[in-house]
């Protein structure tokens, strides 16, 4: 099976700030990439599809790019709403895997 | 609108057997994979299998090959899920997602929990 790796598993950050989530893959996935955002007690909500398609609704300042095996997820100036774990998620093949997840804390 | 109801919590003994439900609506079911995934108290996403609705075509993870099951009603546009033979480490809130083919798991449940102990 093809492994997802994220760092760093937690980030402190201030409001404003920008902030990059990095998702390795251990092959290649082309760009079959999935970002996900996630509250304690919520379902994961999608923000980023196919490495960096937004999602309808999914504020501008969400932002992901990469291919093959390196990926980002990119906040442009952190709000309040956006303290949260984050997911990212490869489904190249019959196998949808999720890296371990990117705690992001206000600082 | 999509919507992704789930069956409620559930408690269960060591051993046993459950299967969680997840009816949709707002979209044609049939056109759509529907996937589970689960989340054990403080730890990560972890993704179980899905299911073709059209066919009933299902993958599952090597995590969960054997002890889980997914199926679904098109009758119904109700997918399941059923683990067997639980033990504590099941305890966790289980998801079902519904699979925008090429563009990510775009609409899920609202979780269900299942809590196994004796």
């Known amino acids: 099976d093809i492994q997802m790796t994220q760092s760093p598993s937690t980030l402190s950050a201030s409001v404003g700030d920008r902030v990059t989530i990095t998702c390795r893959a251990s092959?290649?996935?082309?760009?079959?990439l999935a970002w996900y955002q996630q509250k304690p007690g919520k379902a994961p909500k999608l923000l980023i599809y196919k490495a960096s398609s937004l999602q309808s609704g999914v504020p501008s300042r969400f932002s992901g790019s990469g291919s093959g095996t390196e990926f980002t997820l990119t906040i442009s100036s952190l709000q309040p709403d956006d303290f949260a774990t984050y997911y990212c998620?490869?489904?190249?093949?019959?196998?949808?895997?999720f890296g371990q997840g990117t705690k992001l804390e206000i600082k | 609108q999509v919507q992704l109801v789930q069956s409620g919590a559930e408690v269960k003994k060591p051993g046993a057997s459950v299967k969680v439900s997840c009816k949709a609506s707002g979209y044609t079911f049939s056109s759509y994979a529907m996937h589970w995934v689960r989340q054990a108290p403080g730890q990560r996403l972890e993704w179980m299998g899905w299911i073709n609705t059209g066919n009933g075509d299902t993958r599952y993870s090597q995590n969960f090959q054997g002890r889980v099951s997914i199926t679904r009603d098109t009758s119904a546009s109700t997918a399941y899920m059923e683990v067997n033979s639980l033990r504590s480490e099941d305890t966790a809130v289980y998801y079902c997602a519904r699979e925008n083919r090429g563009f990510g798991e775009d609409y899920w449940g609202q979780g269900t929990l299942v809590t196994v102990s004796s």
């Open positions: 092959q290649s996935i082309s760009n079959w």
């Open positions: 998620q490869r489904y190249n093949d019959y196998l949808h895997a």
